[in-house]
């Protein structure tokens, strides 16, 4: 059973943001952590909302990493799984639905031919598929089932950002030395 309430956490939240729609502005930000420079194949990120946690990432086998530590698409692919996940648990837990199982898997395309310059191939990921599986015990029909799903697929913050594009700036620096 759920441990949580949603609706009682959220509630100074929702008034907050209600009161003072600027405090519903946020920025996300990760950074380099510190690591060994002389190694090519490994990096490691830190979030800035949990500076005591880091992600390690390295290259992906199939363009000479190691295949030791998650690629950045490997991370990329968790954060979708990661948030259709929490989101999907949050409305469940919202809604008064117990879940008794909850599954989710998410898959990609990827020709690393571009990455390695060898040709007109694409550069990223070609096709993302994301399949999340719920059962919901005295739920014979699936109805409540596929409300739970139609709301957190509404909700998922990664998948929405991934669907609609948003604009992503670039910028590279030398500093001397």
Not at 51 to 65: E, L, M, T
């Amino acid at each position: 059973m759920v441990k949580i309430n949603i609706r009682d956490r959220q509630a100074p939240i929702r008034e907050r943001y209600k009161n003072d729609p600027e405090s519903s502005r946020i920025q996300l930000r990760v950074r380099s952590g510190n690591s060994d420079l002389g190694d090519p194949l490994h990096c490691v990120v830190v979030p800035d909302a949990a500076s005591s946690i880091s992600w390690q990432s390295g290259a992906h086998s199939a363009v000479g990493g190691e295949g030791d530590v998650p690629c950045s698409g490997d991370l990329l692919l968790g954060a979708l799984a990661a948030c259709q996940e929490t989101t999907l648990r949050m409305v469940a837990a919202n809604m008064g639905i117990e879940l008794t199982s909850l599954e989710v898997v998410v898959e990609a395309d990827w020709d690393p031919r571009g990455t390695l310059a060898m040709g007109d191939y694409p550069i990223g990921l070609t096709a993302i598929r994301c399949r999340t599986t719920v059962r919901v015990p005295a739920d014979l029909h699936g109805e409540r089932s596929e409300r739970l799903l139609r709301s957190a697929e509404k909700y998922c913050v990664v998948l929405n950002t991934l669907r609609r594009g948003v604009p992503v700036e670039s910028s590279f620096a030398v500093e001397p030395a």
